[in-house]
């Protein structure tokens, strides 16, 4: 099947600023390379998200942290809501929020978390938000001064780190070519993966310096959402062949949703950004 002929637009949905980035960033660099229009969309602005900062100040750090992490992947646009952290829930009012979002992105891909897992209810709430607000997506007497998308999105569930061994692997995408992109665009978030986490661990003074350093630092301590383990395997081997599959190291991997629009195998490959092209 050949490759859609026009840009594809893809919006990536998280909780706060940097899931985006950590669990989809090389994939959505890849579709940007590819001539593809990406959005990240966070559904609130963060402003727990730290040992010491709080509200209005960290909010705007965060979104300056999201936009120089949009900058190193080359997507589109990085929108964060003003919604405070910790408050997503499955409301209609949310989920209206997100209908409007992915039909004026005019999304013909959806990437969000997994609607029945994950510790964090921010988290899992979106998930479901975006479950149920994808349906509604080409209801055009639903919303009507919101243009109605003309078919139903694919849809794809990215596992957050507490839903790992609880999810399917249904597509892997390899991510190699693309790693350095997006291990800067989790460096950009230094409140996330610098001083929150050496705060944890009882040194915030210890944070690296050179590159190479924060590199080793990213890939040790996020190693379960950058490698590729053998409960993917059977994906890789499935979108890659076995020989390829054997060499990939980083990974992005996603579960189809319930609520995607139906697509064959082989359609799937078609919109998706598989680097072996």
């Known amino acids: 099947m050949k490759r859609p002929e026009q840009p594809i637009r893809v919006i990536v949905i998280g909780a706060h600023p940097d899931e985006a980035d950590m669990y989809a960033g090389g994939t959505a660099t890849l579709f940007a390379e590819r001539g593809h229009q990406v959005k990240f969309l966070s559904l609130t602005n963060g402003d727990a998200g730290h040992y010491e900062e709080r509200g209005e100040r960290l909010a705007a750090r965060r979104k300056q942290e999201a936009q120089s992490a949009a900058q190193c992947l080359g997507i589109s646009e990085y929108e964060v809501l003003g919604t405070p952290d910790g408050t997503v829930e499955p409301t209609l009012p949310f989920r209206n929020e ?122 040790e301590g996020w190693s379960a959402t950058f490698h590729a383990s053998p409960k993917m395997l059977p994906a890789l081997q499935m979108w890659y062949g076995k020989e390829r599959a054997s060499a990939v190291r980083y990974v992005e991997p996603f579960e189809i949703a319930r609520c995607s629009r139906p697509a064959s195998r082989e359609e799937w490959r078609s919109w998706l950004p598989m680097s072996a092209e």
Not at 165 to 191: G, P
């Open 98 to 219: 997100v209908i409007r979002h992915i039909r004026r992105w005019r999304a013909d891909l959806v990437i969000s978390f997994h609607p029945e897992g994950g510790i964090s209810p921010d988290n899992r709430y979106t998930g479901r938000v975006v479950s149920d607000a994808v349906p509604f997506t080409t209801v055009q007497g639903y919303m009507p001064d919101e243009p109605a998308l003309s078919r139903t999105p694919l849809v794809l569930l990215m596992p957050d780190t507490t839903m790992l061994d609880d999810y399917k692997a249904d597509i892997v995408i390899d991510v190699e070519s693309t790693i350095e992109k997006k291990l800067l665009a989790c460096d950009a978030h230094t409140t996330q993966f610098y001083e929150s986490p050496a705060w944890h661990q009882g040194f915030p003074e210890q944070l690296p310096i050179e590159w190479e350093d924060r590199k080793k630092h990213l890939l």
